[in-house]
């Protein structure tokens, strides 16, 4: 692991704000889906897709006993003969419903198209979440948002105070997301053994699935 990425990890274990803020971040996503069973779904930004978050997720769904944590990768294109989990389009975003949830993670700005379907999946029930960049309007339709300033999906290269990149956020997100989840007795360990975790899925590219 480089330098940067030992010195952000460092930081979180000196207890930053960001700490905090990943977890309630986290805290909230976890209740969204864990009571309902509904789904969630996962878009980015037309230029950023969220693969690592998704694997991530993945793994923090089967690893914490949370099985709802599992998302369904929404994609703004879908090319012919992708496999099911990977042909997702945007429309599945304009269907959600009560008792589902949204969580748009991107570092930049989503276009209008993106916009209005979230505003329908709000209207029509859904939790919407976001992560990253975002923007007013997008902010706006959220009922949780964890913003990450000047996010351009590098870890260090946000040029805030405390040098947290998107990548390093979304990162601290799904290990938090999976932190004392119920029937699994190993969600129960500290953070400080989690973040062991997040260390080496930092240098690890996704599983296969995704």
Do not use: C, K
């Not at 105070?161 to 799904?174: C, E, K, M, W």
């Amino acid at each position: 692991m480089d330098a940067v990425r030992v010195a952000l990890l460092r930081e979180v274990l000196a207890g930053t704000e960001w700490l905090a803020a990943t977890r309630q971040f986290a805290g909230s996503l976890r209740t969204s889906v864990a009571p309902h069973g509904g789904g969630l779904l996962l878009v980015g930004s037309e230029s950023y897709e969220p693969w690592h978050l998704a694997a991530h997720l993945d793994d923090e769904a089967a690893w914490s006993g949370l099985p709802e944590l599992s998302p369904t990768l929404v994609r703004h294109r879908v090319r012919p003969g992708e496999p099911p989990h990977l042909a997702v389009g945007l429309g599945r975003i304009e269907a959600a419903r009560r008792g589902e949830t949204l969580l748009v993670a991107a570092p930049d700005t989503p276009g209008e198209g993106l916009l209005e379907r979230v505003h329908d999946a709000r209207r029509g029930g859904a939790t919407v979440l976001t992560l990253g960049g975002g923007g007013r309007e997008l902010h706006a339709l959220a009922h949780e948002a964890l913003e990450v300033p000047e996010a351009d999906g590098t870890v260090g290269d946000t040029g805030d105070a405390d040098g947290i990149g998107f990548d390093t956020v979304q990162h601290l997100v799904s290990a938090a997301a999976g932190e004392n989840s119920l029937p699994s007795p190993r969600s129960r360990r500290p953070f400080r053994d989690r973040l062991s975790r997040i260390a080496e899925q930092l240098l690890t590219p996704p599983p296969a699935r995704w």
